[in-house]
C-alpha cells in the first residue's frame, strides 16, 4: 500500500480502534455507564438527544467562528507590526504574555459587567484565547526575513513597506496557517467556556444543565459532537493551508 493511502487510512483506523478497545473495556470491566459510558451508549445519547445537540452546536459553531474570525484579523495586523518593528516588538511582548497569562475563565465575569449574558461573551472568550498563537507565529515568520535579504532589497530601492509586505508576510504564511490549526481549537476551549458561565444556548450551557441534572451519557454526547466539530474545523483548516502553503512543506520522513 502507498505511503500516501496510509496516512489517508490511518486516522480512521486509530479512530476505530480507540472506540473499540473502550466499547470492550467497559464491557470487560463491567464499568457503570454513570462513571464511563461505552460508545454505543454515547452513540445511543447522541441519537436520542440530536435536536438539542444540533441546536445548541449551530450557536457553539457559529460563536466560535466569529471569535476566531476576530482572532485572525485581530492577529494576522498585530502580528505584521510586531514583526516589522523591533522597538514595539520588545515593548509589547511583555503585556501580550501577562494577558495571555491570565486564565480566561477569570475574565467572563467582566464580559458579563461589560455585555451582559448573550451571545456576546462567548464570542469574546473565543477571540482571547485564540489570538495569542496567532500573533506570535506572525511576528516570528516576518522577522526571520535575512538581514542579508534586507539589505539587498533596500540596495534595490525597497522600501520597509515593500519587505514586509513582499517579503515578510509570504515568508510568514506557514508560521500563520501552523497557528490557526492551534487556535480553531483554542477558540471552541473559549467559546465553550463563555457558554458555561454567561449564555443560555451552546454546547458549554447544555454541559453545564446536564452535569447538574446527573444525565451523563448526554454530557459525553456533547463532548462527542465538540470533539467532531474541532475536528472537522481542524481538516478545513489543515486543507487551507496545504492549498495555500504546499511550497514550504519539504519534509518526506518515512511512514
Known amino acids: 500500500m502507498k505511503t500516501k493511502n496510509k496516512l489517508a487510512l490511518a486516522p480512521w483506523v486509530f479512530t476505530v480502534g480507540f472506540f473499540a478497545l473502550w466499547e470492550i473495556l467497559c464491557h470487560v470491566l463491567k464499568i457503570s455507564s454513570f462513571i464511563l459510558p461505552a460508545p454505543s451508549t454515547i452513540l445511543w445519547a447522541v441519537w436520542e438527544y440530536r435536536n438539542q445537540l444540533t441546536y445548541h452546536a449551530m450557536h457553539t459553531l457559529w460563536m466560535t467562528l466569529a471569535g476566531f474570525g476576530l482572532a485572525v484579523g485581530f492577529g494576522l495586523l498585530l502580528g505584521m507590526v510586531l514583526g516589522s518593528s523591533r522597538l ?28 451582559g449574558v448573550g451571545w456576546v461573551p462567548p464570542v469574546m472568550t473565543a477571540f482571547l484565547i485564540s489570538f495569542f498563537p496567532i500573533v506570535v507565529n506572525v511576528a516570528t515568520g516576518i522577522a526571520t526575513v535575512e538581514p542579508e535579504m534586507e539589505d ?14 513582499k517579503v515578510g508576510v509570504p515568508r510568514a504564511m506557514p508560521y500563520f496557517f501552523g497557528s490557526l490549526k492551534v487556535a480553531i481549537t483554542l477558540a471552541y476551549v473559549g467559546s ?23 444525565e451523563v451519557p448526554l454530557v ?29 512543506q519539504r519534509s518526506q520522513m518515512a511512514a
Open 88 to 115: 514595539i516588538n520588545a515593548g509589547t511582548y511583555p503585556l501580550l504574555v501577562g494577558f495571555n497569562s491570565i486564565p480566561k475563565v477569570a475574565v467572563v465575569p467582566i464580559l458579563v459587567f461589560w455585555f
Open 152 to 165: 539587498v532589497l533596500r540596495a534595490l530601492g525597497a522600501s520597509k513597506r515593500d519587505i514586509v509586505f
Open 192 to 214: 465553550v467556556i463563555g457558554e458555561q458561565n454567561a449564555s443560555n444556548v451552546g454546547i458549554g450551557n447544555l454541559l453545564t444543565r446536564a452535569s447538574a441534572a446527573f
Open 220 to 248: 459525553w454526547a456533547a463532548l462527542v459532537v465538540l470533539a467532531v466539530l474541532g475536528v472537522i474545523m481542524y481538516a478545513i483548516t489543515a486543507y487551507a493551508e496545504r492549498s495555500m502553503t504546499g511550497w514550504a
